[in-house]
């Protein structure tokens, strides 16, 4: 893919080449998914329903992309930093909300964090992760 970016923050044309790999992962699975990606602030740059895409989805997709955003880390690898007691516990109800539920991945160019993508629609534990990973290949 391009490396287009606006100064820190993903650009419009880049979100748009990601959802292009991710909508093409979900279709080969056979998952109506919801894509969203968000920018270093954590708002919302680009969101796709795809047809018949569960509802709820669309906020969860959102939650998963701003929390890779603003973290830069992958959501499901925060899971063990909020539980009870942890270093991170009670940043889940920080920035509007956050998540951990897998399928939050950062989006990053030549190791700079540009962005979050969150894929929402399919099995949050395998199939929302796989199609995160193969749309940022």
Same mark, same amino acid.
């Given at each position: 893919?391009?490396?287009?970016?606006?100064?820190?923050?993903?650009?419009?044309?880049?979100?748009?080449?990601?959802?292009?790999?991710?909508?093409?992962?979900?279709?080969?699975?056979?998952?109506?998914?919801?894509?969203?990606?968000?920018?270093?602030?954590?708002?919302?740059?680009?969101?796709?329903?795809?047809? @018949?895409?569960? =509802?709820?989805?669309?906020?969860? #997709?959102? /939650?998963?992309?701003? %929390?890779?955003?603003?973290? +830069?880390?992958?959501?499901? @690898?925060?899971? =063990?930093?909020?539980?009870?007691? #942890?270093? /991170?516990?009670?940043? %889940?109800?920080?920035?509007? +909300?956050?998540?951990?539920?897998?399928?939050?991945?950062?989006?990053?160019?030549?190791?700079? /964090?540009?962005?979050?993508?969150?894929?929402?629609? +399919?099995?949050?534990?395998?199939?929302?992760?796989?199609?995160?990973?193969?749309?940022?290949?």
């Amino acid at each position: 893919m391009p490396k287009t970016v606006i100064s820190e923050n993903i650009s419009a044309q880049y979100a748009k080449e990601i959802s292009k790999k991710a909508q093409l992962r979900a279709k080969e699975l056979g998952i109506p998914v919801v894509i969203a990606i968000a920018d270093t602030r954590g708002a919302l740059k680009y969101l796709l329903a795809m047809d @018949d895409a569960p =509802p709820r989805s669309v906020d969860i #997709a959102f /939650l998963k992309a701003k %929390t890779s955003a603003l973290t +830069g880390k992958k959501t499901a @690898d925060l899971k =063990p930093l909020v539980q009870s007691g #942890a270093k /991170l516990e009670g940043i %889940t109800e920080t920035n509007g +909300g956050m998540t951990v539920i897998e399928g939050g991945f950062p989006i990053q160019i030549d190791g700079k /964090l540009i962005g979050g993508l969150g894929i929402s629609g +399919g099995d949050a534990a395998t199939q929302d992760p796989d199609i995160a990973a193969y749309a940022l290949q």
